[in-house]
């Protein structure tokens, strides 16, 4: 079902429908937005909508908002909710201003329509650091640490829009091009399912863009790259290319640095922001309804030993399905992967591992570590 939130509609939280069911959950939620030149009722529109985002998100469901610019002016607004859900009505708890910010809280009626992807578990994400390619552009503000600060601000976007996600940051770069057969398959024996990789290739200046009386300011421009690598299949799983564009000051001199505050706060910066906003909204999205994978670490004689664990959304009493890996004995990275009749169940769990075993109490002597294991859905 498709709900469609007109910025009216938003402006004044109205109830989207007066019924209730005993069924439906209330998720709260505070969105928070920059006051731009004075724009108050800007500020708030955008806050409700990350407030929105944040808590359709954490029901499993997804917030599309969709713009419509004439001549730079903005035309129409809207917000839609598309999922097997149905937003029901909006309640404004709280809203408080603070050093040119808006926070707003509210709190979410959403009423289950059908089974969704709401994660059950959460998928490993490994986040290397942001690559900044664009170096010869980084001189103008001195943006040479901006690939760091800009791992920082996705790390956070991450686990803030990214509920099905175990996050873990990388500090130092992978290139992609290192990622053979044999190095993803060691990366997922160490529980790591994806690997996001993010590359800055544009930071350029543009032509000027304010007039004779007022600072001088430039378009500057923004691209980042993005790729998300699945270890187990062994393949790109998603690649975006993201930009965006907004003032840069003339006077290099009177630009902050990219680790504070103060940069994040300016257009540029919220732009980026925006943009690594965006991308960690798309990577749950591309995560959510992908199966939760672990290769065995160990067999002793009824029980196997997982490498994922609490941490990773698993409980003792889950239900494993087994898949056998046959190698090739002339090529070690060529494999044939059979799905297995062996039932297994969780029986003791730590945070970063668990152990499993067949309800029947069965040997397992012919699963061998390597072996591969999946998990039902509740």
Known sequence: MRIRILSTLLFGLAALSQSSSLYANWYEAT?????????????????????????????????????????????????????????????????????????????AHILPMAKSCAANFR????????????????????????????????????????????????????????LTANVADQFFAEGQQFILFATIQDLSLGAKTSKFWQSSQRER?????????????????????????????????????????????????????????????????????????AQIRQVKQQHIQLGLGSSHGLKVGDQVNL??????????????????PVQLTITDITPEGAWAASPSQQLLNHIQPGDIVSFQSR
Request: contains cysteine; glycine residues 4%.
């Open 323 to 340: 898949i056998q890996v046959q190698r090739d004995p002339q090529q070690a990275d060529l494999r044939r992967l059979l799905d297995s």
């Open 31 to 107: 969105g928070q937005a920059s006051i731009e030149r004075g724009d108050l009722d800007s500020a708030r529109r955008a806050a409700i909508e990350d407030a929105l985002q944040r808590a359709t998100l954490f029901a499993g469901a997804k917030l599309e908002s969709q713009q419509q610019v004439v001549q730079g002016i903005l035309q129409h607004h809207s917000v839609t909710l598309s999922t097997s859900a149905e937003l029901r009505q909006v309640q404004l708890l709280s809203e408080t201003h603070s050093q040119q910010q808006v926070f707003i809280t509210l709190k």
């Open 221 to 293: 421009f923004f691209t980042l790259e993005v790729v998300l690598f699945d270890t187990y299949e062994r393949r790109v799983r998603y690649q975006q290319e993201y930009r965006t564009s907004s003032f840069w000051p003339d006077q290099d001199n009177t630009t902050p640095s990219s680790h504070s505050v103060a940069f994040w706060r300016m257009p540029y910066g919220q732009k980026i922001d925006q943009v690594l906003r965006t991308v960690a909204q798309d990577i749950q999205e591309q995560t959510q309804c992908q199966p939760l994978l």
């Open 123 to 178: 998928n490993p994400l490994l986040v290397t650091q942001v690559h900044l390619d664009a170096r010869q552009d980084a001189i103008y503000g001195q943006l040479f640490e901006l690939g760091e600060h800009s791992t920082r601000q996705l790390s956070r976007h991450l686990r803030d829009f990214g509920p099905g996600l175990a996050l873990q940051v990388r500090d130092e770069p992978i290139a992609q091009s290192q």
